[in-house]
């Protein structure tokens, strides 16, 4: 008997702990802007709803062809038109042509209208509430011609740990995943567990980790992109709980447990892990001194988005532009993205390989293709004018490279007197007997 009483004692301290934290940081926040509810529309008759959740979405009017899905998943204490109004979801949407929907927690399911992230009825494949918000997917998809390459979930607090729990038990579904002052798959199976796990976060290998994230559907893999942003001075959500899903997803993912790329992004740290076929799939944003919420970018430049209010706080950083970014739904670069590629002066010692935005990516892209090809796959001539050539034949990839390095001799013709063991001769010669090399 008192071994009952002391957990009960146990949880009613954390759970008062958590309830005073939670209204302080929505009072500290300020008040927020009146809302625009009409942004969102709600949506009925999904499915057959066993979470209870209530489903809205924007649809821009400008919708791509084949658009991406971004799902925003709500912290407590709020509703979906709150989220979007602070995060600005809606508005990016508009901005790049993709569709968002919101899912709503009720009252009636959880009295601080937090998602019930920590209830395996409601984290699970297939049931209560991840079941609700995977049929709302669906009508998305169906109703709007949603790629389903592209469909993404982020969400906030409660909201972040939801996100954990869609990725791990619908990876298939998802290209990527944004965790904002959430918690890592698993780490709470009831109430105790997730005050728990908020106040101190939990100790487990990176293999335990993993395992939770591939015991909790039958995908073996790829897994989503994921990104992780956490405030230093969080009190509600310890900030050990971004550490915690960054083994998770690492040892998911199977990439080095160090990170390949360390620097500073308007201030805050920003470390990326990327696979060895040099692809990013893992990143990670600690906001110094910031405390529980999204992270936003006051100001009147392109990247303003969302407003400043309980737990949306101005730290110099969108941390949605930047989502959009890294997932590479948004088609096309701000000022200030294209500035930063020729400013990586703030890398850690040892990082050999510098940050590279998608943008930067992009353009050097857009060179390539300028460079070997003029006419899409058709047959063109190359750079010599010599016709009948393929134009991403391989050959002249290689002489191109070859050339650009100072590691191919001229043609015959203009060497005749050069050393026979040159060795750009030699190399020459050897692509050329091999075929890897035009005449």
Same mark, same amino acid.
């Given at each position: 008997?008192?071994?009952?009483?002391?957990?009960?004692?146990?949880?009613?301290?954390?759970?008062?702990?958590?309830?005073?934290?939670?209204?302080?940081?929505?009072?500290?926040?300020?008040?927020?802007?009146?809302?625009?509810?009409?942004?969102?529309?709600?949506?009925?008759?999904?499915?057959?709803?066993?979470?209870?959740?209530?489903?809205?979405?924007?649809?821009?009017?400008?919708?791509?062809?084949?658009?991406?899905?971004?799902?925003?998943?709500?912290?407590?204490?709020?509703?979906?038109?709150?989220?979007?109004?602070?995060?600005?979801?809606?508005?990016?949407?508009?901005?790049?042509?993709?569709?968002?929907?919101?899912?709503?927690?009720?009252?009636?399911?959880?009295?601080?209208?937090?998602?019930?992230?920590?209830?395996?009825?409601?984290?699970?494949?297939?049931?209560?509430?991840?079941?609700?918000?995977?049929?709302?997917?669906?009508?998305?998809?169906?109703?709007?011609?949603?790629?389903?390459?592209?469909?993404?979930? &982020?969400? @906030?607090? #409660? !909201? =972040?740990?939801?996100?954990?729990?869609?990725? %791990?038990?619908?990876?298939?579904?998802?290209? +990527?995943?944004?965790?904002?002052?959430?918690?890592?798959?698993?780490?709470?199976?009831?109430?105790?567990?997730?005050?728990?796990?908020?106040?101190?976060?939990?100790?487990?290998?990176?293999?335990?980790?993993?395992?939770?994230?591939?015991?909790?559907?039958?995908?073996?893999?790829?897994?989503?992109?994921?990104?992780?942003?956490?405030?230093?001075?969080?009190?509600?959500?310890?900030?050990?709980?971004?550490?915690?899903?960054?083994?998770?997803?690492?040892?998911?993912?199977?990439?080095?447990?160090?990170?390949?790329?360390?620097?500073?992004?308007?201030?805050?740290?920003?470390?990326?892990?990327?696979?060895?076929?040099?692809?990013?799939?893992?990143?990670?944003?600690?906001?110094?001194?910031?405390?529980?919420? &999204?992270? @936003?970018? #006051? !100001? =009147?430049?392109?990247?303003?988005?969302?407003? %400043?209010?309980?737990?949306?706080?101005?730290? +110099?950083?969108?941390?949605?532009?930047?989502?959009?970014?890294?997932?590479?739904?948004?088609?096309?670069?701000?000022?200030?993205?294209?500035?930063?590629?020729?400013?990586?002066?703030?890398?850690?010692?040892?990082?050999?390989?510098?940050?590279?935005?998608?943008?930067?990516?992009?353009?050097?892209?857009?060179?390539?293709?300028?460079?070997?090809?003029?006419?899409?796959?058709?047959?063109?001539?190359?750079?010599?004018?010599?016709?009948?050539?393929?134009?991403?034949?391989?050959?002249?990839?290689?002489?191109?490279?070859?050339?650009?390095?100072?590691?191919?001799?001229?043609?015959?013709?203009?060497?005749?007197?050069?050393?026979?063991?040159?060795?750009?001769?030699?190399?020459?010669?050897?692509?050329?007997? &091999?075929? @890897?090399?035009?005449?």
């Amino acid at each position: 008997m008192k071994g009952l009483k002391d957990t009960l004692a146990n949880l009613s301290r954390l759970r008062g702990r958590f309830e005073r934290l939670l209204s302080s940081a929505a009072k500290r926040g300020g008040a927020a802007s009146p809302l625009r509810t009409a942004r969102l529309c709600e949506v009925v008759g999904f499915g057959s709803n066993p979470g209870n959740l209530r489903m809205l979405a924007h649809v821009p009017r400008k919708l791509t062809k084949a658009p991406a899905l971004v799902v925003a998943l709500h912290g407590c204490l709020q509703t979906a038109a709150v989220y979007d109004h602070g995060s600005g979801w809606s508005t990016l949407a508009d901005t790049y042509g993709f569709a968002v929907l919101f899912p709503e927690q009720q009252r009636s399911n959880n009295p601080n209208n937090c998602f019930n992230w920590f209830l395996p009825s409601d984290a699970r494949r297939n049931h209560g509430e991840a079941f609700s918000i995977r049929q709302m997917i669906e009508r998305m998809i169906e109703n709007y011609g949603i790629d389903r390459r592209r469909v993404f979930v &982020v969400g @906030l607090s #409660a !909201g =972040g740990a939801m996100t954990s729990a869609m990725l %791990a038990a619908y990876p298939e579904v998802f290209a +990527g995943g944004a965790i904002i002052a959430g918690l890592p798959y698993g780490c709470a199976t009831n109430v105790q567990d997730a005050f728990e796990a908020m106040a101190g976060g939990r100790d487990r290998s990176a293999q335990e980790w993993g395992d939770l994230i591939r015991s909790a559907s039958p995908h073996r893999g790829p897994w989503p992109k994921i990104s992780l942003w956490h405030g230093s001075s969080d009190a509600i959500v310890n900030p050990r709980n971004i550490e915690a899903a960054l083994k998770q997803w690492i040892d998911a993912h199977g990439v080095s447990v160090r990170p390949r790329v360390e620097h500073k992004l308007a201030g805050h740290s920003r470390r990326v892990w990327r696979t060895e076929a040099d692809d990013d799939v893992i990143e990670a944003i600690t906001i110094t001194g910031m405390g529980h919420g &999204v992270p @936003l970018a #006051a !100001g =009147g430049d392109s990247e303003r988005c969302g407003n %400043a209010g309980p737990f949306h706080f101005d730290v +110099g950083v969108s941390s949605s532009h930047h989502i959009v970014r890294f997932w590479g739904v948004a088609d096309g670069a701000t000022a200030k993205e294209k500035a930063a590629d020729h400013a990586r002066a703030d890398l850690a010692p040892g990082v050999t390989q510098a940050y590279k935005p998608s943008s930067l990516a992009a353009r050097e892209s857009a060179a390539t293709s300028k460079l070997f090809s003029s006419r899409g796959g058709q047959t063109g001539k190359d750079e010599e004018g010599q016709a009948g050539v393929r134009v991403h034949d391989p050959r002249l990839i290689i002489t191109a490279a070859l050339k650009a390095a100072g590691l191919l001799s001229e043609p015959s013709g203009h060497s005749a007197n050069r050393d026979p063991l040159d060795p750009r001769r030699i190399i020459a010669t050897t692509l050329r007997s &091999v075929g @890897l090399l035009k005449e």
